[in-house]
């Protein structure tokens, strides 16, 4: 009996032991077919098309909230497509976002298309061989049909994403503060102007001071042409141009000379660098510099309602009369996962996306559409809302955000891109904390960046 | 014969009995941590497969000391481990001693010090982000209340910023090291303290010479995996500061997930694993070898 029991225990333990074997072995084989899909690339086509009755799963991940607009846009492709259902992930835009989307691409996760919202991230991600060149699709026709050549990011030449968005810089401005103060709202204003306007806006309301500006223009970007971080096609960084001192001594003197914006310590402890909406709608700034993404708040009055309205001006130039890059670009970079199994399908869908799919459907998200074609009157009326008159400005809204004269930069020196970001994230921390002068601050940074060049050229 | 057999018998049924385990074990920690010593030898990224791997040799291992980020890292991480685990043990052997004896509601007073162990450290840390807030915290409203004009800007601060984090991982930590230690004052017998009293020793004298000779088993133990999981500071550093201001606040275990998943390098993320692996390794055993000297086993 005894026996019996102990030759029982043993089957038992054995056939747990085979089933785990049996179910690693199982996903194993999985992977293995997945992988030679993949290595057929272009051609799988054929053997999807014997499987029709199952349709095809597309995973999309964006930083815009599905309900802003992404959620409309996925179910009306669902819609119009049964055989290519997409489903949207939102991951948030920030640093812990962007490394939970890259994490999940290391991983190996089905994610068939994405979105990255900086050179730097791009960058980076291109590199990392985790997004597909698009020239076997004819991505170069269809930017030049659909959205132009101007500002266009393009790796080493090609084409790796689509810019979705165009995303102008502005000020945005609390008109009443400014009526308060009895302040016309400029249409063209130079950045001297912008700061003694600060200064008057700045005030004590409620017991809690209010800020001129939250922040202040990037003098640099606008002066300087593409690559504006790069001397000699990127041997060499250009942090020891003149512009540079010039765009940090203006934000630093406006912080602790002129006492008039929003403290720098603030925004670090409310971790406020990707999300600053908060601090123009509880009033506690006057003006921003901004762009159209962050108006889905001003129009979100359930979470943030305020009684007074928004009105914009372009961003104050070092002298008027004169043309000035926006510090803005072509933004919201639709990309292709090099591992996608679908990717003639992702393909179709990206157009669509970046096509009639953003101009219906991504407006309410606050952004303006890349597409030659969207009719700016529907934006206006697409971004600003149901309740556009009583939120906004709106001619000011189309006059500065829907300039057709705008012009972006668009850089195409990329070495050593991620780095550098870093280094101007650390000692513009450094110089806004008042812990270096603005002196050093340019050295050390001209520094780091040269070697971090130094270092990729390796 | 028999007996031989008897005895392969025995060794399978038990080697079967621990084998989930082992295999648990095997799969998912012992090769994994094999193949990052082998990753931590050559440069990759993980996304392009590992037909990509490409060995450097002792790069990785190299470079680490010429890397601003790792040196300020394991800078920050044994400023970190010094003070937290040095005052963490001082002011929970205190706290536990006036808890072992008769105090009113000690239960609740125990309890109390024992939640932030067992809450969430998101939870806890978005609550210390809230009280650090330079200008509108109830923790600066409160020092400037009493008359402080500049008080530290904490989380905003390359100065403060650390320290903060330091204070809050103590008073996380504190509720775990006090019951630690009044399982240990439990197990001091009585009589020790009676013969100290018969010999005419005061308060002090029983303390050092009783109580922390009779508990130094427990402080060694409290010692040891404090500093193991100090090595591995992380949560708090990723969701308060991501290493900032600049660098203020970078430590090992994050700069790691920083540079495997962020900048993808697995191999150099995996060598500095290994140092830190074997850092920790030597701390132990020195430690381990120092316990002859003032562990006192009954």
């Keep these: 009996m005894k026996k019996i029991l102990k030759w029982l225990s043993l089957i038992l333990i054995l056939s747990v032991l085979l089933t785990a074997v049996f179910a690693c072995s199982k996903t194993d084989n999985n992977t293995d077919e997945q992988t030679s899909t993949q290595s057929e690339g272009g051609d799988s086509g054929n053997e999807q098309e014997s499987s029709k009755k199952e349709p095809i799963k597309l995973i999309v991940w964006g930083g815009v909230p599905a309900e802003n607009g992404p959620q409309e846009l996925v179910d009306a492709w669902n819609k119009a497509h049964p055989d290519i259902q997409v489903e949207y992930v939102r991951f948030v835009n920030d640093d812990t976002g962007n490394t939970k989307l890259d994490t999940a691409l290391l991983a190996g996760e089905q994610i068939d298309a994405y979105f990255s919202y900086s050179v730097p991230n791009m960058t980076k991600r291109i590199e990392g061989g985790m997004a597909e060149d698009l020239s076997s699709y004819g991505v170069d026709d269809f930017v030049k049909d659909n959205i132009g050549e101007e500002g266009v990011f393009k790796y080493k030449g090609k084409l790796f994403s689509i810019p979705t968005t165009k995303e102008p810089a502005y000020m945005m401005i609390n008109k009443s503060a400014f009526e308060e103060a009895g302040i016309e709202v400029p249409t063209e204003w130079t950045i001297d102007e912008f700061r003694e306007i600060a200064k008057k806006l700045t005030k004590n309301v409620n017991g809690k001071i209010r800020y001129g500006a939250y922040n202040a223009p990037d003098v640099a970007r606008m002066v300087l042409e593409d690559n504006y971080w790069y001397k000699n096609e990127g041997s060499e960084s250009n942090f020891d141009d003149p512009s540079f001192k010039l765009s940090v001594q203006l934000y630093y003197d406006m912080m602790y000379t002129d006492n008039s914006t929003f403290p720098y310590s603030e925004v670090l402890a409310r971790k406020l660098q990707a999300y600053p909406q908060d601090v123009f709608l509880n009033q506690e700034v006057a003006m921003m510099v901004s762009s159209p993404w962050m108006l889905r708040y001003v129009n979100n009055t359930a979470e943030y309602p305020h009684e007074w309205i928004t009105t914009f001006a372009p961003l104050p130039v070092p002298e008027k009369g004169k043309d000035y890059y926006n510090t803005g670009s072509l933004n919201n970079w639709i990309m292709m996962n090099s591992k996608s199994q679908y990717k003639q399908e992702t393909w179709e869908f990206m157009k669509y996306w970046a096509t009639e799919g953003a101009a219906t459907y991504l407006l309410k998200a606050g952004k303006i559409p890349a597409w030659k074609n969207a009719d700016p009157e529907v934006v206006a009326k697409g971004i600003l809302g149901d309740n556009a008159e009583k939120l906004f400005d709106v001619d000011a809204f189309k006059r500065v955000a829907l300039d057709p004269n705008i012009k972006y930069v668009v850089d195409t020196v990329t070495v050593a891109a991620p780095e550098i970001q870093q280094i101007l994230k650390e000692e513009l921390d450094k110089l806004y904390l008042k812990e270096q002068t603005v002196d050093q601050y340019i050295e050390n940074v001209k520094k780091r960046a040269d070697e971090a060049i130094k270092n990729a050229a390796q | ?298």
């Excluded at chain 2, 800078?75 to 105090?103: E, G, H, P, Q």
């Excluded at chain 2, 969430?120 to 650090?132: P, T």
């Excluded at chain 2, 630690?180 to 439990?186: D, E, I, Q, R, S």
């Design chain 2, 1 to 298: 014969m028999i007996i031989q057999n008897k005895e392969l018998k025995k060794n399978i049924t038990g080697y079967l009995f621990i084998a989930p385990n082992l295999i648990g074990f095997m799969v998912l920690t012992f090769i994994p941590v094999l193949f990052s010593l082998v990753v931590s030898f050559t440069e990759w990224n993980l996304f392009t497969g590992t037909e990509n791997i490409r060995f450097v040799g002792l790069k990785n291992y190299l470079y680490m000391f010429s890397d601003v980020w790792f040196i300020d890292s394991l800078k920050n991480n044994l400023m970190y481990t010094v003070v937290t685990i040095s005052l963490a043990l001082s002011i929970s052997l205190f706290i536990a001693i006036i808890l072992n004896d008769k105090v009113y509601g000690r239960n609740i007073i125990r309890a109390m010090f024992f939640m932030p162990y067992i809450s969430n450290i998101v939870a806890i840390s978005a609550i210390w982000l809230a009280l650090y807030n330079p200008n509108y915290g109830p923790l600066n409203q409160f020092l400037m209340s009493i008359g402080i004009d500049n008080p530290p800007q904490w989380l905003a601060s390359s100065k403060w910023a650390l320290p903060a984090i330091m204070i809050m991982s103590i008073w996380g930590g504190l509720g775990y090291n006090v019951v630690v230690y009044l399982a240990g004052l439990k197990g001091i017998p009585k009589e020790l303290y009676e013969a100290a009293d018969i010999d005419g020793a005061n308060s002090w004298h029983k303390l050092r010479h009783v109580t922390i000779p009779m508990l130094s088993p427990t402080i060694f133990f409290l010692l040891i995996t404090g500093i193991i999981s100090s090595f591995q500071v992380f949560g708090q550093i990723n969701i308060m500061t991501q290493g900032g201001p600049a660098r203020a606040t970078t430590v090992i275990a994050y700069y790691i997930y920083l540079s495997g998943f962020r900048y993808y390098k697995m191999g150099y993320a995996a060598a500095m694993a290994w140092f830190l692996f074997i850092g920790i390794f030597i701390v132990t055993l020195i430690q381990w070898r120092g316990q002859k000297k003032w562990v006192n086993y009954i």
